[in-house]
């Protein structure tokens, strides 16, 4: 599975931007996927994930109620809607999947496959 992550860009804080990942590859509709960020001289952490066999989605505590992952299969592209966007949320957003599970997982070394990040900044 190819991963590739776009719509990343520069944005005022409370402002809002839409990620992207498109996938291709292996049947996508198959795997947990997931969104990862890593701030300046921060480790990389979990941020959404939704499975692959009914939709729940998981989110960090610091981000649910302000992003929302969903999944369109048919394009094979996951998406990360974020909004009310803090200078806390800048860093590298990356996608990832996880194949034999169909729930996402927090810890990063759970995935098998990754996207080759996109930048967030957002501006006080």
């Known amino acids: 599975v190819q991963l590739v992550d776009s719509g990343g860009g520069l944005v005022q804080a409370g402002g809002s931007l839409r990620l992207s990942c498109a996938a291709s590859?292996?049947?996508?509709?198959?795997?947990?996927m997931a969104w990862f960020r890593q701030g300046p001289g921060k480790e990389r952490e979990f941020v959404a994930g939704?499975?692959?066999?009914?939709?729940?989605?998981y989110y960090a505590d610091s981000v649910r109620g302000r992003f929302t992952i969903s999944r369109d299969d048919a394009k094979n592209t996951v998406y990360l809607q974020m909004n009310s966007l803090e200078p806390e949320d800048t860093g590298v957003y990356y996608c990832?999947?996880?194949?034999?599970?169909?729930?996402?997982?927090?810890?990063?070394?759970?995935?098998?496959?990754w996207g080759q990040g996109t930048q967030v900044t957002v501006s006080s």
């Open positions: 990832s999947a996880r194949r034999g599970s169909y729930r996402p997982s927090p810890r990063s070394y759970d995935y098998d496959y």
């Open positions: 590859g292996r049947p996508f509709s198959a795997y947990a």
């Open positions: 939704i499975s692959w066999s009914d939709d729940s989605t």
